[in-house]
């Protein structure tokens, strides 16, 4: 893997590579987006790629199906709009049928409560794209009122999301089924709690029950993901997750992984009783020869891990052992959606613990087989940065430049804290000659007008004389930092100057016998933020103006010393005097 490339999928052009996470992701979401609307556009106007060149001819690579094709009222024309997610026309045509006095099936019957309740009886994706498009098109309405009341109706959608409202479609027609099965109420019960109606979920399983039906292994899991919501203190919520359980092998219901990843989230919940009870769930796992998933870790370090002063628990190391003889396959949402996210920022608390040792076998354990997959380009930038951090502040500077050139940018985009945390690293280890480079990287990355970061380059690179050639390599950062400060354009707030910032600029030109430069930044810029030099400062800008034999240089100097009545003034005098050869004239 070349170390210099962008992620592979970025586009081969400089252009279109990103430069630092925010582009990073900007351009990832942008591509996700145009895909996104390539599949818009196909849904919407099926007519215009109904023509098939290929051969020989794939169809699961050419566009769904999504119109109704049979027409009237009829039990396959229900099971047509279930079949294509139609929630609101499966509804009418149901009603439509036991108006008529048309029997449908127990099982269609059960394929619509399917729908409903994995909906909420709310809309399927495809409809609310449908009405969106006939709100836009419809004649006599104030764009701006539309556009507000839409904002509304999403604001308030990502607020409060999906919920189960009283006597909806599911439970109307669950009520005039003629005959229910099983199939029938696990339905209900799971879509009941899916949308936060746990209560009447638990109320539906006491009523299954009464009737003789045995539920299913996914309405058990449902309902121990439930207790949290049924049960308010710790100890009663462990007990009525036994009574699930107990059932589970009165109707000899095999749990599965989801059943533990379920108890588990639940005893996340329990508090002290959630920390003394998991271990056995996860020696149950064991005895039934279930595998832990991400999730599962996921779960434990969040019931045991809760800071630093629990790390001697071991439980961080326990889990690492587990992981790193395994490469992962998503088995449970969790997995995908928190449990790696989790599991991974979770160990990383050995950043916490000063732990490199931990931090290596932790990523040897991230890279082994797809494991990385997990993770998305925003965690995965997030999950290098910590490490390379901990690689700063613990490792020596030869591993952690390895390390850097490496990483940066084929695997991940360092951050602000990345580049202070280096430099911090060179300091620490007297490799300062890198600061060039490092720089050249802050520029690529977009931070040259950090102001935190220009102060710590700058405070490092005139802290101390060092060699000519390291001495103009880093005038030449002071330059481009300079011109970064005077840069003045519409889009672009002015960079303000400091005065350590300043004194650190002139200390790195006079260095390098860039007289006139050092100048125009000890009188032009001093004086427009009303700063005064430090002694060092002069002092420096008088070695400078020896070094090229500029005595007019070091009287102005003086005169300026003299002007803003510095104690120095007297002694920059007699250094002028004892080291310049003066006419009678400059005397």
């Known amino acids: 893997q070349d170390p210099t490339a962008a992620h592979y999928m970025f586009q081969d052009d400089p252009f279109l590579m990103p430069r630092n996470a925010a582009n990073a992701r900007l351009y990832s979401l942008s591509k996700e987006a145009g895909r996104n609307a390539a599949k818009y556009i196909i849904k919407q106007f099926p007519q215009y790629f109904d023509k098939t060149f290929a051969e ?33 026309d499966s509804v009418d045509l149901f009603d ?12 269609t019957t059960n394929s619509l409560l399917d729908l409903l309740c994995f909906y909420g009886d709310g809309e399927s994706t495809l409809e609310k794209q449908e009405e969106q498009k ?32 009283e006597n909806n479609n599911a439970e109307r027609i669950f009520k005039i089924m003629p005959e229910r099965n099983a199939h029938s109420y696990c339905t209900m ?130 889990v690492l052992d587990d992981i790193e003889k395994r490469s992962f396959t998503p088995q449970d ?33 991230m890279e082994k087989g797809d494991n990385w997959k ?14 390379f951090s901990l690689l700063c502040m613990m490792e020596q500077i030869d591993v952690v430049l390895k390390w850097y050139k490496e990483m940066s940018p084929s695997v991940f985009y360092p951050t602000p804290k990345n580049i ?44 101390e004389r060092h060699p000519d050639e390291i001495q103009l390599a880093f005038a030449k950062c002071a330059e481009d930092i300079k011109a970064f400060h005077e840069q003045s354009g519409r889009e672009q707030v002015p960079l303000e100057w400091t005065g350590s910032a300043l004194g650190h600029v002139a200390l790195l030109f006079s260095r390098v016998g860039r007289t006139q430069d050092a100048w125009y930044v000890m009188m032009e810029r001093f004086q427009q933020i009303n700063r005064i030099p430090t002694d060092q400062v002069m002092d420096e800008f008088l070695n400078c103006a020896k070094q090229t034999n500029c005595p007019d240089e070091a009287i102005k100097l003086v005169k300026l010393a003299a002007s803003l009545g510095l104690p120095s003034s007297q002694r920059l005098k007699s250094r002028m005097e004892k080291e310049f050869e003066l006419s009678e004239k400059q005397r």
């Open 96 to 107: 439509q049928l036991v108006q008529a006095g048309t029997p449908v099936s127990l099982e």
């Open 134 to 165: 006939d709100d836009l098109e419809e004649p006599g309405v104030n764009a701006s009122e539309q556009k507000r009341q839409k904002r509304q109706s999403q604001r308030g959608s990502q607020s409060f999301g999906s919920r189960w409202r």
């Open 420 to 463: 202070l945390d280096l430099l911090q690293a060179l300091d620490a280890a007297n490799h300062l000659e890198v600061i060039p480079s490092v720089w050249e990287d802050t520029k690529q990355l977009g931070f040259s007008r950090r102001s935190d970061l220009l102060e710590e380059l700058l405070s490092l690179m005139s802290r």
């Open 333 to 365: 949402p969790d997995d995908v959606s928190k449990g790696c996210i989790k599991c991974y920022t979770g160990l990383l608390q050995c950043c916490d613990l000063k732990d490199i040792k931990l931090a290596y076998r932790l990523n040897k354990a």
């Open 189 to 318: 019960i799971r879509g009941m709690v899916k949308h936060g109606a746990s209560a009447k979920g638990y109320d539906m399983y006491i009523d299954m029950l009464n009737e003789r039906h045995k539920a299913d292994v996914h309405t058990f899991n449902a309902l121990i993901a439930a207790v949290p919501y049924l049960k308010e203190r710790f100890l009663e919520r462990w007990e009525l997750a036994k009574v699930f359980l107990n059932h589970m092998a009165q109707q000899e219901v095999q749990p599965n992984l989801l059943t533990f990843n379920a108890l588990l989230k639940t005893l996340r919940k329990c508090g002290g009783v959630g920390r003394s009870m998991s271990l056995s769930v996860i020696k149950e796992m064991e005895a039934l020869d279930i595998e832990p998933s991400l999730a599962t870790y996921d779960h434990l370090l969040f019931i045991f891990y809760r800071g630093v002063d629990l790390c001697s628990s071991g439980i961080i190391l326990e």
């Open 56 to 88: 020989p001819n794939i169809p699961c690579l050419m566009p769904e199906t999504l119109t109704p094709q049979i027409e009237g009222v009829s039990e396959e024309a229900l099971k047509e709009r279930i079949h294509l997610r139609r929630v609101k």
């Open 374 to 387: 997990f993770l998305d380009m925003d965690r995965l930038n997030a999950y290098w940065s910590k490490f």
